[in-house]
Every structure is written in structure tokens, then in C-alpha cells.
């Protein structure tokens, strides 16, 4: 069954911090997979793209990673701001003739001055 | 470049009466999505068109649920009659494409509640 599982399910850390989230997958075939930040009460917007052969991807202080052989990836936020709170959500992409992607339950980020 | 338009942005309904969402489209983008994200969750793809054709509706329940995009640009999804499972965001989306390339760039949403 196509999944994407993310950890934690919520995370609190100060201003100026730094913090990973984690995303675990078992979608097949993969054809890509994003980082979407969703802030409360508006849609999602993609942070980073990556396919099978990137294994790190940078969107300023946005860094994700992909590791293709163990279908996990990481989202590391450096140096945390307050507009940083919102849900990041994994989302993969079995590509094929509707490109369905498959969306995780999200990390809901909470950055404290 | 303007993004996903939709309206209304929040909606109060009784169970078991009829309401509709609207979604404009970025200008160009052949792909419409909508999906539906329940509180705490990741959103849940209801029905996807390329142009005006429908392209996957698997989850979408058609018992109650119908949308439509006849000129190929804006769209609308009604749900008739609602429950109150049916309370959810339901946001709309569009790509340039249905490649797995291709960013699909989100609406703000409508918050639907049914009491």
C-alpha cells in the first residue's frame, strides 16, 4: 500500500533553533518527492522538489534530503524565525498518466520566541 | 501572477442541505485538482480534470459529491445533501500539467462546517 508516514507528529522549539522532520515512504513507482509548508488557514506551498537521483535539495533556510535506497527523507530547518510555525507535509509522486501524489499527515512546527 | 481563487472561504451548513465551492484556476493550468483535508491530516485527492475531462475520481463519493469544469477553466464541486463527516477544508489546486514534474500550486481553501 502506498504510504507516507511523517515524525513527529508535532514539534515545539525556540526562535533561532534549529530542527529536522522526517518522512518515511513506501510509494512505488517514486517519481518525485516535495516538501510542502501549509500555514494555518491557507493552502500548501512547496518548499522543495527532489527526484530519484538528488539526494539533497536547498530552498534557503530550508534544507531537504533524500535517501532513495531507504525511502526516507528529512526536511532541516536552520536557524528558526517565528513564520516558521506552520504543518510541513511530505508528499510523493508516483508519476504515471495522473501523477496522484500521495500526502503525508504532516509535522505541525511550532516556533516559540 | 495571481494564484488559486476560491470562494467563499468559510461555510456553515446544516447536515442534509446542499452547498457548492468555486475554484479558479492559475491562467493556462490544463490540471485542476480537488481535494478534501480533514483536521489533522494530510489532504485527500477527490477528483482530478485535465482540461474538462475528468481524469481520476476514484475517491471521490458520488453518491453526494459532483464537480464539474465544462469550459476547461474554472470549476465547481457540490456536495448534496451534506453530513457531517463532510466537514472538512476542501482545497483546489492547479498544475501547468499532469506530469509528475509539474508544482501543483494550492488554493486558500474553503472551511466547510456541517452541523
Known amino acids: 500500500k502506498n504510504q507516507v508516514e511523517q515524525s513527529p507528529q508535532s514539534l515545539i522549539i525556540l526562535e533561532g533553533k534549529n530542527c529536522t522532520l522526517q518522512?518515511?515512504?513506501?510509494?512505488?513507482?517514486?517519481?518525485?518527492l516535495r516538501w510542502y509548508k501549509q500555514d494555518t488557514g491557507r493552502g500548501p506551498v512547496s518548499l522543495t522538489i527532489?527526484?530519484?537521483?538528488?539526494n539533497t535539495k536547498s530552498n534557503g533556510r530550508y534544507t531537504a534530503t533524500l535517501d532513495a535506497d531507504t525511502k526516507q527523507s528529512s526536511l532541516h530547518i536552520t536557524a528558526s524565525q517565528l513564520s516558521d510555525s506552520a504543518s510541513y507535509i511530505c508528499v510523493v509522486s508516483g508519476g504515471g498518466a495522473t501523477n496522484k501524489l500521495i500526502f503525508g499527515t504532516g509535522t505541525l512546527l511550532a516556533v516559540q520566541p | 501572477e495571481a494564484g488559486v481563487a476560491q470562494s467563499p472561504r468559510y461555510k456553515i451548513i446544516e447536515k442534509r442541505q446542499s452547498v457548492a465551492f468555486w475554484c479558479n484556476p492559475i491562467s493556462g493550468h490544463a490540471t485542476l485538482y480537488w481535494y478534501q483535508q480533514i483536521l489533522g491530516q494530510g489532504p485527500k485527492l477527490l477528483i482530478q480534470f485535465q482540461n474538462n475531462g475528468v481524469v481520476d475520481d476514484s475517491q471521490l463519493p458520488k453518491d453526494r459529491f459532483s464537480a464539474e469544469r465544462l469550459k476547461g477553466v474554472d470549476s465547481t464541486l457540490k456536495i448534496q445533501p451534506a453530513k457531517l463527516e463532510d466537514s472538512a477544508v476542501y482545497l483546489c489546486?492547479?498544475?501547468?500539467?499532469?506530469?509528475?514534474?509539474?508544482?501543483?500550486?494550492f488554493g486558500p481553501g474553503t472551511r466547510l462546517l456541517v452541523l
Open positions: 489546486a492547479s498544475s501547468l500539467e499532469r506530469l509528475a514534474k509539474e508544482t501543483q500550486y
Open positions: 527532489m527526484t530519484f537521483s538528488e
Open positions: 518522512c518515511n515512504y513506501t510509494v512505488s513507482p517514486f517519481s518525485n
